[in-house]
């Protein structure tokens, strides 16, 4: 299938201290099938026939996701992002109050600089480095 002919239903963005992931959950509403993408990457298929409502369970690193497919009327759903037992919306919350996170451009290439402000971690390009505080 190419890429304008999917069922793609719904997209989150997902901060963390490694990176923004993006998740995309494709539902063909008629067959049931559900794909997950993690930053492009398919990690989960199923083609199940006339299961059309569940739950999909699948982890980035140490975090543990849920997306949960409800009906919202006849052929209508409702989909929703849970991440560690959070909805995607207060989780998106906490983050912004935990992280701080900077986008710069050194000698002509993108970096991602992460701080774990509780913690005072410092994450750079998805690796977490030593970094001393005086």
Do not use: P
């Not at 304008?4 to 719904?10: G, M, N, P, R």
């Not at 982890?59 to 009906?71: C, L, N, P, Y």
């Not at 710069?104 to 913690?119: A, F, S, W, Y």
């Amino acid at each position: 299938m190419s890429k304008t002919q999917t069922d793609v239903v719904a997209i989150w963005n997902v901060h963390l201290q490694d990176k923004v992931h993006r998740i995309e959950f494709e539902h063909g509403t008629t067959t049931g099938k559900r794909i997950i993408r993690v930053d492009g990457k398919e990690i989960v298929r199923r083609d199940w026939m006339f299961k059309l409502v569940g739950k999909e369970v699948f982890s980035i690193g140490e975090m543990k996701f849920v997306i949960t497919v409800e009906a919202a009327g006849t052929f209508a759903y409702e989909y929703s992002l849970e991440v560690n037992g959070k909805a995607y919306e207060k989780f998106r919350e906490q983050q912004s109050k935990l992280l701080q996170a900077w986008n710069v451009r050194i000698d002509g290439n993108n970096h991602r600089i992460c701080l774990e402000k509780e913690t005072v971690d410092v994450w750079v390009d998805g690796k977490k480095i030593d970094a001393a505080v005086s």
